[in-house]
C-alpha cells in the first residue's frame, strides 16, 4: 500500500538554523501531500499542503515541493525560531485510508 | 474560535471500567475521525464516520466503538479499557472524505488507565 517515509530523529538545531526533514513516499497515482506538525501538547495542525507535482506548499516561513521525479516531498525552512520546536508529520491519502502518516520528527530548536 | 473541541483534556479511568471521550465541531465537516496516538508514534486511524456512514478500521478492536448523533458531536467508547489503551485520543473533521481535503485536529484527550 501507500506509505511514507520520513527521517527519523530527533533533529536539534540552533535558532536560526537551516531545516531540512526528508519524506518519501511510495503511492499508486499522485495523490495530494501534507505536512502536518504538533506542538507539545496539543493536537496536529496542517503545516501546508501540495496537491499536485511541482507545487510547491509554504506556510509560516516553510516550504515543501511535491517532487515526482524524486517521490519526495522534503520540509524546509531557511531560519528555525525556538517556537518551531514541535513533531512533524508527513502525510498522504491512500486508497480506503484517509490520511497514511509517516513516523515523525522530533524537532528541537535551542536559544 | 476552537473548531473541534475534545472533552476532558485529562481522562483518568479504572481498568476494565467503560469510558465515553466526546468531541465537537463548529465547522459543519461531514466526516469525522477518531486516532490512538501513543507516545513517540504517529496517529492510528480507529474509524470515522462520512456522515452517518460508519468505517472502521480492521484493526481497530472490538472493545472500541463510536457514535456520531448529529453532524456536530461524535464520540468514542472503550468498553473495557485495558492498559494498553492508554494513549491520546484525537478527533479531526474534514469536509469531505476526497483525498486533497486538509483534516482538523482536536487538541486531544489523554487517556490513563489505573
Known amino acids: 500500500g501507500d506509505s511514507v517515509t520520513q527521517m527519523e530523529g530527533p533533529v536539534t538545531l540552533s535558532e536560526e538554523a537551516f531545516l531540512t526533514i526528508n519524506c518519501t513516499y511510495t503511492?499508486?497515482?499522485?495523490?495530494?501531500l501534507f505536512w502536518y506538525v504538533q506542538y507539545p501538547g496539543e493536537g496536529l495542525q496542517l503545516l501546508l499542503k501540495?496537491?499536485?507535482?511541482?507545487d510547491k506548499g509554504s506556510n509560516k516561513g516553510f516550504e515543501a515541493t511535491y517532487r515526482k521525479e524524486t517521490t519526495s516531498f522534503h520540509l524546509e525552512k531557511g531560519s528555525v525560531q525556538v517556537s518551531d520546536s514541535a513533531v512533524y508529520f508527513c502525510?498522504?491519502?491512500?486508497?480506503?485510508?484517509?490520511?497514511?502518516f509517516g513516523k515523525g520528527t522530533r524537532l528541537s530548536v535551542i536559544a | 474560535d476552537a473548531m473541534v473541541i475534545q472533552n476532558p483534556r485529562y481522562q483518568v479511568t479504572q481498568f476494565g471500567k467503560p469510558v465515553t471521550l466526546s468531541c465537537s465541531q463548529t465547522?459543519?465537516?461531514?466526516?469525522m475521525y477518531w486516532y490512538q496516538q501513543k507516545s513517540s508514534q504517529a496517529p492510528k486511524l480507529l474509524f470515522h464516520?462520512?456522515?452517518?456512514?460508519?468505517?472502521n478500521e480492521a484493526d481497530t478492536p472490538d472493545n472500541f466503538q463510536s457514535r456520531r448523533p448529529n453532524t456536530s458531536f461524535c464520540f468514542l467508547d472503550i468498553r473495557s479499557p485495558g492498559l494498553g489503551d492508554a494513549a491520546m485520543y484525537l478527533c479531526a473533521t474534514s469536509r469531505s472524505a476526497g483525498g486533497n481535503q486538509p483534516q482538523h485536529f482536536g487538541d486531544g484527550t489523554r487517556l490513563s488507565i489505573l
Open positions: 464516520y462520512y456522515d452517518k456512514d460508519f468505517n
Open positions: 503511492a499508486t497515482g499522485y495523490p495530494s
Open positions: 465547522l459543519n465537516h461531514n466526516v
Open positions: 501540495a496537491t499536485k507535482a511541482d
Open positions: 502525510a498522504l491519502p491512500s486508497g480506503n485510508t484517509p490520511l497514511v
